[in-house]
């Protein structure tokens, strides 16, 4: 399907804020703050079309490298959804859920994010901590270790998980893959970040839960000694099997916390929501991809290499993040940086892989990096195969307003005011989606 440039009709110059996770280091960035996160939204009442300023997007075009001008985006042609690698058509949703969702994510693996290995048959889950009276006694904290053993040896990481002690039944769960630094997941709560905004959530009925992802599960960086995957390459009997780039390493520890949530009495396991921003947004999206136990995956700001389509050449590029990310993908990923057009899937298909289930996409204004309108034109494009399996209407091309909640079936999304963070604005959409996708 060809694609031509969109020129964006809004206005909203609210300055330059472009990304705490542009950087390796700088993603480490505390945003945590002693008191808790502002829950008055009135600063987010004004619901309007997405415009930028003139002045905004001279300002971005001259503090980066990469094209933040949509008359500048060149034509494009996505792969089909509905097209089998040898040409044959999909033409049910029994053909679609049998064999081209497999078929997506054996390519999703080969040429972007890695083959990763299967659950551990060891794997084993230990209380370490339990508070029934966490939160003024709102809450029951638990700190989970998540262990396994390999050629003798045990990795170990762990889980943090708040669940409302006010509930009846079991209760739904947020688990937010968290790789910036550890104080925004502080369960003491003597740090409160809007990353994380554990009060606000219970206050609402759910269970949150985080693992930091880049602090124990796997380094953000190129060249690791330490983490999962190099236990892995030590160990493994066929570590050349095991292709899986860090993004791939930090969904494999999501799958492993929801194997921890079948155990627990207190979870109800048909409603887990996985939640990330910016790297975690993408690696969010590639573990609802695989694992169909995630009812419902919450991406926010997550651009190129999440739900952004690659084939755009608009903010951040395959050939940008490859660079400066290497270790995120395998290695066969960045062999398209020059050849985008013969890359053999796009993001549409990526997003896609979570129907029929519940997908919430989420950007901001001002973060042209992680190009906002790719994320929404490949949600447009994955709609059709909600659609085809009676869930959802395929969506239009025209963007939702800012700050407005758009619901489509099991599929959301919203554009948020600012610039590039996960806020609590954000966090009230995700669980006003969850709210009705749950029936709560």
């Known amino acids: 399907m060809k694609f031509t440039s969109f020129v964006l009709l809004s206005l909203l110059g609210l300055g330059a804020s472009f990304a705490a996770d542009r950087k390796v280091k700088s993603a480490s960035a505390l945003t945590a703050a002693p008191n808790p996160p502002n829950t008055d939204f009135s600063a987010y009442a ?25 008359s500048k985006v060149a034509p494009y042609s996505l792969p089909g959804l509905f097209t089998f690698s040898d040409g044959r058509k999909v033409s049910t949703p029994a053909a679609w859920e049998s064999a081209r969702r497999a078929e997506l994510i054996g390519i999703f693996r080969r040429e972007v994010y890695g083959v990763p290995p299967v659950r551990p048959p060891t794997l084993a ?50 688990l937010l893959l968290n790789h910036r630094s550890t104080a925004n997941t502080d369960t003491t709560r003597r740090i409160r970040s809007e990353f994380w905004p554990v009060e606000y959530a219970i206050g609402r009925g759910y269970a949150m839960a985080a693992i930091n992802v880049a602090d124990e599960v796997d380094p ?41 949530f079948e155990t627990d009495p207190d979870i109800d396991v048909t409603r887990v929501a996985v939640i ?54 395998t290695p066969a990923y960045a062999r398209y940086a020059d050849r985008i057009a013969s890359l053999p899937v796009d993001q549409h298909e990526l997003v896609a892989l979570v129907a029929p289930r519940g997908y919430h996409g989420a950007d901001a204004t001002e973060d042209l990096h992680a190009d906002p309108r790719g994320s929404w034109l490949a949600l447009v494009e994955a709609s059709k195969v909600w659609a085809m399996q009676g869930r959802a209407a395929t969506l239009a091309d025209e963007m939702p307003l800012v700050n407005d909640l758009l619901m489509n079936g099991p599929i959301a999304y919203h554009i948020r005011k600012g610039g590039h963070a996960l806020t609590t604005f954000d966090w009230k959409l995700h669980l006003d989606h969850a709210d009705r996708l749950f029936r709560r």
């Not at 001279?58 to 094209?67: D, W």
């Not at 762990?158 to 209760?171: E, M, Q």
């Not at 190129?222 to 780039?245: C, D, N, V």
């Open 46 to 70: 004004e619901k309007a079309p997405w415009v930028l300023s003139d002045a905004f997007l001279r300002a971005a075009a001259a503090n980066g490298r990469e094209n933040v001008s949509e």
């Open 125 to 174: 889950f230990h209380l370490l901590e339990t508070d029934p009276h966490a939160l003024n006694d709102q809450a029951t904290l638990k700190r989970v270790a998540i262990r396994f053993q390999l050629g003798g040896e045990t990795f170990e990481f762990h889980l943090s998980l708040f669940v409302p002690n006010r509930r009846t039944g079991k209760a739904p769960v947020f």
């Open 220 to 260: 953000d960086e190129p060249k690791a000694t330490t983490g999962i995957r190099a236990f892995y390459r030590r160990l493994h009997p066929k570590p050349e099997e095991l292709t899986w780039a860090t993004i791939a390493a930090w969904a494999w520890s999501g799958s492993r916390a929801v194997d921890y």
């Open 276 to 329: 990330g921003h910016s790297r975690t947004g993408k690696t969010a999206l590639w573990a609802a991809a695989q694992d169909t136990r995630f009812a419902l995956a919450c991406v926010n700001c997550a651009g190129e290499g999440g739900p952004a389509l690659s084939r755009r050449n608009f903010g951040e590029t395959l050939g940008m993040i490859t660079t400066n990310f290497p270790h995120w993908f």
